[in-house]
RNA sequence: GGGCGUGUAGCACAGCUGGAUAAUGCACCGGCCUCCUAAGCCGGAGAUCGCGGGUUCGAAUCCUGCCGCGCCCGCCA
């Protein structure tokens, strides 16, 4: 609890010099109490039984013997060698109600750039890849919450060779052709066939069997490794036959990614910085380093073993022909991002650490910064990897529809007084939110497998435990306006010192929401977010349990003030994190 | 083989810039709707923190060795 640790510091090192101590180690030792019915700030003791020659366990108790008070300490004690400090409930209420819960901290408001997403448009969107939008999404959302500018971008790849095998199959084969070779593959879900995503990956599907299989394949290999020639280098007339046929899909991409709320600010091609001229000269200037070395056939690259890089240290960025590669493409990217912002990140799978070393490595000896990288592991199928290419994919369309019907039967169970319209607007929210919220839910670097149960768990620990705590915030609102009728106007109150725990521990839980917030862009750790979150709305439960707002005729206005408090820091944590604002379900 | 990551209750997952009794959800056992939405609340049971060494007053956390799993090691994207 960073508010109350800047009130008390001063008392605490005041303390730990009257009784000979080294008050330089509070900074650091001075923490958020890990026993949390002990206080919310703890000093352990340890540390300071050399140099004074006693035990942590008396050093902790002349301690708290040496504690001036302050307005914001509700009471100290000495336990087991730590000096334990709580915050006053009265104070902290006082402090939450008049200035909110970001403690009127300095913030340095900065302009970020963050790139996610940007998945090859070569099929709909499929869970695999979700991971990547859905923490994207997350991690710009969070931004905006603490006050940041953020563009967010999706980088088109709209060249090389998935899109190629895409615009060579829409040209080459018929719907026949496509069946026939499908044949024997799970049939298209017929909801989505008049998505242009699920049409056009059957062509992709189609001419990667063929490719694999088929006895022309060295002529479709020629073929389509023309098409991926001319693209390198800027044909015009490539490039726009490949924007014809990877657009709608796109397209179809994008209204998936609409449907969990997640958006772009702006999309940027690979082809500009082909048709620009970026890449040759970046390539020129690359030519120039000292560290260039050159392979027999022309090839370039760069030594960045000479930088730290271990393993294969060469890193290619010209081939023998004098086309660019995809890193180098990337590396142009980037230094046009950092035209565009002074504070670059980017979503990840781990599979890029490597090419992120290398572009990140290639940008210093450049003389750019290198980008912030939020990586990740990939969401498999318990049968293994995910694969357009395969066929072994859930589709997110497939999973948001499964999970409105899910929540449909649990809304019409529990709420049969509903409408079917209603039930449909609960459902849709409630499923989207709930997919989100479980991929946020856990640290990006952990492997992650997708279970249709986990996907849609509905209860406590998820989305919709959220959900509820804010629409009985939301209901209280409804209710205390209708009491107050034609006169809207809040209560005034007093602060009552006595306090039920339900409410100490929601004013707790409040005055640490920036703490999180602070940490969790600083370290790019959405799920720690999702983490605080939920305590909140557990924290809501128990001042609901324990606070009647409405008792009778009257409406307690503190607790009032307070529900109010907690609902609109509920609100702007649910926007961050994806999860819809319900008023009722 | 090398690099990076990961291993915590039956399952899932938090904690990893060292600090007290390892947090939470599911599943399991028991209790709570004449009272602001029970998608909730209260209680119980369940953990050799992968294994071995080391550093420390103190190790899930740091170092080291081993084991399992994942990703990468293309003049592909």
């Known amino acids: 609890m960073e508010l109350l640790k800047t009130n008390v510091i001063s008392r605490v090192e005041a303390a730990l010099e009257a009784i000979g101590g080294d008050a330089d180690l509070v900074k650091s030792l001075l923490q958020p109490a890990r026993e949390a019915d002990q206080g919310d700030l703890t000093l352990p003791c340890f540390p300071f039984a050399k140099a004074l020659k006693k035990s942590p366990v008396s050093i902790a108790e002349e301690l708290r013997a040496a504690m001036e008070n302050h307005e914001s300490i509700g009471d100290i004690n000495a336990v087991n060698g730590y000096l334990n400090i709580r915050v006053n409930p009265v104070w902290l209420a006082n402090h939450l109600l008049s200035v909110g819960v970001d403690n009127g901290m300095e913030k340095a408001k900065r302009s970020v750039l963050i790139e996610h997403t940007s998945a090859n448009p070569n099929g709909p969107f499929h869970v695999g890849r979700a991971r990547n939008a859905i923490l994207g999404d997350t991690l710009v959302r969070l931004h905006r919450l603490w006050g940041n500018e953020v563009t967010a971008e999706y980088y088109v790849d709209d060249m090389g060779k998935q899109v190629a095998v895409l615009a060579w199959a829409l040209n080459a084969l018929s719907r026949d052709d496509v069946e026939a070779l499908l044949e024997g593959r799970e049939a298209p879900n017929p909801l989505w066939a008049s998505k242009p ?343 809501y439960n128990g001042f609901y349990r324990d606070c009647h707002i409405l008792d009778g005729d009257e409406v307690n206005g503190f607790y009032f003030a307070v529900s109010e408090l907690a609902r609109s820091t509920l609100n702007s944590g649910m926007e961050a994190l994806g999860i819809q604002r319900l008023e009722t379900m």
């Open 197 to 539: 995503d699920h049409q056009r990956v059957r062509w992709y599907q189609a001419a990667q069997l063929l490719r694999k299989e088929s006895e022309q394949s060295p002529e479709i290999e020629k073929a389509i490794g023309a098409l991926v020639h001319a693209s390198e280098n800027g044909d015009e007339a490539v490039l726009e036959s490949f924007e014809a046929a990877y657009q709608p899909v796109l397209d179809g991409m994008l209204a998936t990614l609409g449907r969990l709320g997640i958006t772009y600010d702006r999309f940027t091609k690979e082809s500009v910085f082909v048709t620009n001229g970026d890449v040759a000269s970046l390539m020129d200037e690359l030519g120039a380093l000292a560290i260039n070395g050159h392979a027999e056939n022309g090839a370039q690259y760069l030594d960045l073993g000479e930088r730290g890089l271990k393993g294969k240290t060469e890193f290619f960025y010209r081939r023998g022909d004098g086309s660019s590669l995809y890193a180098t493409r990337d590396i142009a990217y980037h230094r046009w991002k950092w035209t565009q912002s002074n504070e670059l990140i980017n979503v990840l799978g781990e599979d890029h650490k490597l090419q992120a070393q290398q572009v990140g490595l290639t940008l210093e000896e450049l003389g750019e910064p290198r980008p912030e990288v939020m990586f990740y592991s990939f969401i498999k199928l318990p049968e293994g990897k995910m694969s357009t290419r395969q066929g072994n994919v859930v589709f997110m369309d497939d999973l948001l529809e499964e999970a409105k019907a899910q929540a449909a039967n649990v809304v019409s169970e529990r709420r049969p007084e509903y409408d079917e319209e209603s039930v449909a607007t609960i459902a849709e929210a409630v499923g989207t939110s709930a997919v989100r919220f479980n991929i946020v839910n856990v640290s990006p670097e952990k492997g992650f497998t997708f279970r249709w149960e986990d996907a849609l768990s509905f209860e406590a620990g998820s989305a919709p435990f959220v959900m509820y705590s804010h629409t009985r915030a939301c209901s209280i609102l409804r209710n205390v306006e209708q009491h107050l009728g034609a006169n809207p106007q809040a209560p005034e109150f007093t602060i009552d010192a006595n306090m039920p725990d339900g409410l100490i521990q929601l004013l707790r839980t409040l005055a640490v929401h920036d703490d999180c917030l602070e940490k969790v862009i600083r370290e790019h750790r959405p799920h720690l977010f999702a983490e605080y979150i939920l305590q909140l709305s557990n924290a």
